[in-house]
């Protein structure tokens, strides 16, 4: 009996099947994807409700659409300056639960066959952009429809949208927002509906002003859809998040932080437990991703102190830097006081990489430190915390640039700040956090037990998927 764990099983059995007659059909890039990225097959999965041959197809007409389109290719270099400055479609906000918002301005599509090609690449784009960025985190579709009439409907171009979220972004989408559809386009937004299918025909969210906000709120609306927001779009560059320095960056701490540090610092070292006498001499160096589980399992052992900063579970393993956690940062209500995060860095390269950390709400946020260096193969506690009487939000994002610096060079004040001057853009890699707002204390610790080794507990999705499996390989046999 063939024993499968593990959901790449799954995606070597897809692939001895299909490359053979079929490579020159796909990008080589998708398949390494495909057989890397853990979380691109679940999401595959999920999309077809494990239905094996139903995935298999998605997978397979998804990825001859992405070598058709390029989409691994797709720039702002190669695609026409002015579908940018458009300002059609662009990312830009949040929804209520935290999901970026991928706006389409209809007022502004006009109806050209000979663009239709370049303007279904733009949105490809920016779905890859993101997808790529937030590693698949779901978005909301806004269609602002104000101002619009029969001059403006493009059911090919709609229809292409439609299929981008349900044959080839899998798990891509939470919602469409429809904003202000005139009656005049009834007819055509049925035919929509018959080609969204009954699972996405749910997501459709059709408002106005006085039901827009139920869904996002007034600080990412602007002021036509009964919103705050000043955004203005303009190109350049191109739209994202506006990260900021955030406060007191590497400045003075006051007595009451400080006091809160060094007992941050001195738990964590106790915490560690290391008998290894060079560990103990300088434990916050020599901390390391693999040994933060153990730390972990202590820790839930005693009571968890909301002004202690809560430790990282997970890690998103990059090319300079492996940072924990990988995903979100989880902080409390007001009422349950949590108001600290922990971000562990550990430097991979066998060279010094300097570091920023930058926030959507930098009023919002200390950051300590947030413009520093790590030595090569050691780790860096950043301590992330909540400012005066401000709760943190879905919406906020947390932003980590790094680049590694060349062998001799200086890690002071002004060496920084000349280094990330004259720093190529391609030589940055850039990670993003978002934040996670916890009702309770209680479902954390739950977590910390779970994770206690970095052993994933077996959910009943991870059982289900072996078995759709194994069926799978059943049938290759």
């Excluded at 469409?176 to 055509?188: L, R, T, Y």
């Excluded at 006498?277 to 102190?305: A, G, H, R, W």
């Amino acid at each position: 009996m063939l024993k499968i764990n593990s959901k790449l099983k799954w995606i070597f059995f897809f692939l001895v099947s299909s490359a053979s007659n079929k490579s020159d059909k796909y990008d080589t890039r998708d398949v390494e994807r495909l057989q890397q990225d853990d979380k691109w097959v679940e999401n595959y999965l999920i999309w077809r409700h494990d239905v094996v041959d139903d995935t298999l197809k998605m997978i397979d007409e998804s990825f001859q659409w992405r070598k058709e389109y390029t989409v691994n290719d797709l720039t702002e270099s190669v695609l026409p300056k002015w579908l940018f400055e458009s300002g059609a479609i662009f990312l830009h906000g949040y929804d209520k639960e935290g999901y970026k918002l991928f706006w389409f301005r209809v007022k502004l599509h006009v109806r050209d066959a000979k663009q239709q090609l370049e303007k279904k690449k733009l949105v490809a784009f920016w779905l890859e952009h993101y997808a790529k960025r937030d590693h698949g985190k779901p978005l909301t579709v806004v269609f602002d429809m104000s101002e619009t009439g029969i001059s403006h409907i493009d059911l090919d171009f709609v229809r292409f949208i439609v299929n981008c979220f349900t044959d080839y972004y899998p798990n891509f989408l939470t919602k469409i927002v429809i904003f202000e559809m005139p009656w005049i386009m009834n007819a055509a937004f049925k035919i929509v509906k018959g080609w969204l299918g009954p699972d996405a025909i749910s997501m459709l969210k059709f408002t106005n002003k006085n039901e827009v906000q139920d869904y996002i709120s007034g600080e990412y609306l602007p002021p036509h859809m009964g919103g705050t927001d000043s955004f203005k779009y303009s190109y350049p560059p191109l739209v994202d998040d506006d990260f900021q320095t955030p406060l007191c960056e590497n400045g003075p701490i006051t007595s009451e932080d400080e006091h809160e540090s060094k007992e941050e610092i001195d738990a964590d070292t106790k915490e560690a437990g290391d008998p290894n006498e060079e560990q103990n001499l300088n434990p916050k160096k020599m901390n390391s991703v693999e040994q933060i589980p153990k730390s972990e399992e202590q820790t839930d052992k005693t009571d968890f102190k909301p002004k202690n900063a809560k430790k990282a579970l997970t890690t998103f393993k990059g090319p300079l830097l492996h940072i924990s956690p990988a995903e979100e940062l989880y902080f409390g209500s007001k009422e349950t006081g949590e108001r600290k995060c922990l971000i562990v860095l550990t430097n991979v390269t066998k060279n010094i990489v300097a570091f920023k950390v930058r926030t959507t709400a930098p009023e919002k946020y200390r950051v300590k430190p947030s413009n520093s260096s790590c030595e090569p193969g050691a780790s860096l506690d950043i301590i992330v915390s909540l400012h005066g009487g401000f709760a943190a939000s879905l919406q906020d994002r947390f932003l980590i640039m790094a680049a590694e610096m060349d062998q001799g060079s200086g890690a002071g004040v002004s060496e920084l700040t000349q280094f990330w001057k004259e720093v190529p853009r391609t030589k940055v890699m850039e990670h993003r956090l978002r934040c996670h707002v916890l009702e309770s204390s209680k479902p954390s610790t739950l977590t910390l037990k779970e994770n206690a080794f970095n052993i994933p507990a077996k959910t009943n999705e991870d059982l289900h998927i072996q078995v759709v499996m194994y069926s799978f390989v059943l049938k290759l046999w």
